[in-house]
């Protein structure tokens, strides 16, 4: 089941819930995944961290 808001659809991929970035041990840490299904893999959760990623370049300057 896809965890994002409790949808009732299959899950189909194994996000990371904190970005790994490419850390390895953080890429592998199985408490980071959870299970969504591919629409809110790739159109919510690419939001989140675009959004996030603006933050930190702000907060940078």
């Known amino acids: ?8 659809a299959p899950a189909t ?3 990371h819930i904190r970005p790994h970035r490419g850390d390895a ?12 299904c591919a629409h809110h893999h790739s ?4 939001s989140q ?3 996030a990623e603006r933050g930190n370049r702000r907060s940078s300057r």
Do not use: H, T
């Not at 089941?1 to 009732?8: D, H, P, S, Y």
């Not at 953080?26 to 969504?36: C, E, G, H, K, V």
């Not at 159109?43 to 690419?46: I, P, S, V």
């Open 49 to 51: 961290e675009r959004q």
């Open 43 to 46: 159109k919510d959760k690419q």
């Open 13 to 15: 991929v194994v996000d």
């Open 1 to 8: 089941m896809c965890q994002a808001q409790g949808r009732a």
């Open 25 to 36: 041990e953080l890429f592998w840490n199985a408490d980071n995944w959870q299970s969504l």
